[in-house]
């Protein structure tokens, strides 16, 4: 007989996950699948969703948070989380996909023959009876695979209130921060937003590129500083960087808008007015961000078309 799981060993095993990540690219396509089942226990739905119901939200939240894609999976993560150790899918008579466990199987016949998936029985009953877990879980899933400026968002989009968080956030890199701030000098590359309360920075952060949770260093090089909107704006792929020139290391880049962002003033004033404006800063030509972070950012998170004008 297997030892019943415990907290610790759930939370060790959504740490272990198997994502799939190949030079950089972003796979959420597990966590957010996750992070939707945990959502559905938090509501007191049942334990094992069909995929015919999961699917619409699941493209959706690809759709918003996933890497820019033409198609969208949710079909995979479904299937494929059963490897992981804390995840079911079923299949009701005549069992046909059964034989055949080793081929991913098509969305349509997830749909068609009814498959339905969740944690394992032993999983959500723990989930089920301990709301810490869920908190833990929910926390570890974000912190891994993304940047926390598009927590809250995640949050609401799969239906947990954001308020609900009261684990401790991880603590970042002050070291960071103050060494990208100072490269800046104190204010947003895109906009030059610098208030201060006192001699306090407000709504100023030292953003990332190439985000943590993919391996993007803590370096000057993968680093802006950026108002608390642009911050959020470049993380959710609104607009992102780039460079005409032959070397892009040594020249500024500038700003370029998706013409996917929409709207009125809000558009004018907090992106086409800077769109193909040089950034203001670093200081230092070799704070400079570096292309290989740029062009990561341009394929992971960027939701192009640019506009051209
Ligand atoms: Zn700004």
Redesign the pocket.
């Known amino acids: 007989m297997t030892r019943p799981i415990d907290p610790n060993d759930f939370l060790f095993r959504l740490e272990q996950l198997q994502v799939w990540r190949r030079g950089g690219e972003r796979a959420p396509h597990k966590p957010l699948v996750l992070l939707f089942a945990l959502a559905r226990i938090e509501r007191g739905e049942r334990r094992l969703v069909p995929f015919h119901e999961a699917a619409e939200p699941l493209d959706r939240l690809l759709e918003e948070f996933g890497p820019p894609r033409k198609q969208h999976h949710p079909e995979y993560p479904f299937w494929r989380l059963e490897r992981d150790g804390i995840w079911q899918v079923a299949w009701p008579p005549p069992l046909q996909l059964r034989e055949r466990r080793t081929v991913d199987p098509s969305r349509s016949q997830l749909m068609k023959e009814g498959v339905e998936a969740g944690f394992t029985p032993e999983i959500h009953a723990l989930l089920e009876s301990n709301a810490r877990l869920r908190r833990q879980a929910v926390k570890l899933l974000l912190e891994q695979n993304f940047p926390s400026s598009l927590h809250d968002e995640i949050l609401t989009a799969v239906g947990i209130d954001p308020g609900w968080e009261t684990v401790e956030r991880r603590v970042r890199d002050p070291a960071f921060r103050e060494k990208i701030l100072i490269a800046w000098e104190y204010r ?6 610098d208030l201060r309360l006192g001699t306090v920075p407000m709504a100023l952060d030292a953003a990332h590129i190439r985000w943590k949770q993919v391996g993007g260093p803590d370096e000057e090089s993968n680093g802006i500083a ?6 959020r704006l470049f993380d959710r792929g609104a607009f992102t960087l780039a460079s005409d020139s032959a070397a892009p290391d040594e020249e500024p880049v500038h700003v370029v808008v998706s013409q996917r962002a929409v709207g009125g003033n809000a558009l004018q004033d ?1 992106l086409l007015s800077f769109h193909g404006r040089p950034l203001e800063g670093p200081q230092q030509p070799d704070q400079r961000p570096a292309e290989q972070h740029l062009t990561w950012h341009r394929r992971e998170v960027f939701r192009g078309p640019e506009r051209r004008v």
Do not use: Q
């Open positions: 947003c590359g895109v906009c030059r937003f950026l108002c608390a909107m642009h911050h907090w």
